[in-house]
């Protein structure tokens, strides 16, 4: 079973900023099927990158998703106001069961 | 659009019985698998259960197997998820998700509470 590792477990940057959040894999993740979610306070998680690197429908283009193999990344290249809550990342495909990462929260600095 | 709106949690004893529903509109419900994923107070998400979209094929986490059971009703565009032998390590808001490969469309969620 692959356990995904995300680090920082929560990162403190100032609005403007760039962030970059790691999420990395115990073994290859096959076709790269990993993705990425943003949960605000009290809402439901909403997918921001599926397949390591394409956006979802309706996410805005200063979040962006690369890697392949164990690491992948999300960058927020201009955090806004609205982008310091919590991201996790999750594997799919590889097998029946889906694993998230533990989250990393972004915080106000 | 999209829509998946959940409902059946509550507050329930240990050992008890819950039956969850996901009821879907905006998208033809039988292309697509379905899955459950639930969040225990201030933890992070998990997954829980997965059906595919002809229903043949389900798939439970370890920590639910033997207790719970993902069923679907395509004609009433409807998802499952009927809990037994509850646990307090089951107390979670439970999610209706879209699988897509990632999952692309999420419920509000319904909280269930298991305590005596």
């Known amino acids: 079973e692959i356990v995904l590792t995300q680090s920082p477990g929560s990162l403190s940057l100032s609005p403007g900023e760039r962030a970059t959040l790691s999420c990395r894999a115990s073994q290859s993740v096959r076709s790269n099927y990993l993705a990425w979610y943003q949960q605000k306070p009290g809402q439901a998680p909403r997918l921001l990158i599926y397949?390591?690197?394409s956006r979802a429908t309706g996410i805005p283009d200063r979040f962006s998703g690369s890697g392949s193999g164990t690491d992948f990344t999300l960058t927020i290249s201009r955090l806004e106001p609205e982008d310091f809550v919590v991201y996790y990342c999750?594997?799919?495909?590889?097998?029946?069961?889906?694993?998230f990462g533990g989250g990393t929260k972004v915080e106000i600095k | 659009q999209v829509q998946l709106v959940e409902s059946g949690g509550g507050l329930v004893k240990p050992g008890g019985s819950l039956r969850l529903s996901c009821a879907a509109s905006?998208?033809?419900?039988?292309?697509?698998?379905m899955t459950w994923i639930r969040q225990a107070p201030g933890k992070g998400l998990e997954w829980v259960s997965s059906i595919t979209s002809s229903t043949t094929t389900t798939h439970y986490a370890d920590s639910v197997k033997g207790r719970f059971i993902i069923s679907r009703d395509n004609a009433r565009k409807s998802l499952y998820l009927q809990m037994n032998s509850l646990r307090a390590e089951d107390t979670a808001v439970y999610y209706c998700t879209r699988d897509a490969g990632g999952l692309d469309y999420w419920g509000q969620g319904t909280l269930v509470t298991v305590s005596s």
């Open positions: 397949g390591a690197s």
């Open positions: 999750q594997l799919y495909g590889s097998s029946p069961r889906l694993t």
């Open positions: 905006g998208f033809t419900f039988g292309d697509y698998n």
